[in-house]
């Protein structure tokens, strides 16, 4: 069992940055990947980043070159830089831990942390 607790988020002008935390309740050095997920109102839910237990990274395209995903193993923490932050970023971002046990894969989720970025 791995809780999750994110924090950082809040309201921002457009053009301006946040960071978001997700502290894990346990070590993140076993959990294979890690990512961070964003719903707004009236859409789907969907990746946002993903950081792989090997470091490998990936970014869904409207985030690429503003969105930075990290890891601190140390404070078993994980964090997703936000630059240049656009209003059509405004949604409640999640954290989500994976973990593959013989074979099964479980994940965990924070309780979730609302971005709103103004115009």
């Known amino acids: 069992q791995v809780q999750l607790v994110e924090s950082g988020g809040g309201l921002v002008q457009a053009g301006g940055s946040l960071r978001l935390s997700c502290t894990a309740s346990?070590?993140?050095?076993?959990?294979?990947?890690m990512g961070w997920y964003r719903q707004a109102p009236g859409k789907q839910r969907e990746l946002v980043a993903f950081?792989?237990?090997?470091?490998?990274?990936k970014y869904t395209d409207s985030v690429k070159g503003r969105f930075t995903i990290s890891r601190d193993n140390a404070k078993n923490t994980m964090y997703l830089q936000m630059n240049n932050l656009k209003p059509d970023d405004t949604a409640v971002y999640y954290c989500?831990?994976?973990?593959?046990?013989?074979?099964?894969?479980?994940?965990?989720w924070g309780q979730g942390t609302q971005v709103t970025v103004s115009s």
């Open positions: 950081l792989g237990s090997g470091g490998s990274t």
């Open positions: 346990r070590s993140i050095g076993s959990i294979n990947d």
């Open positions: 989500n831990a994976a973990t593959v046990i013989d074979g099964i894969r479980y994940d965990y």
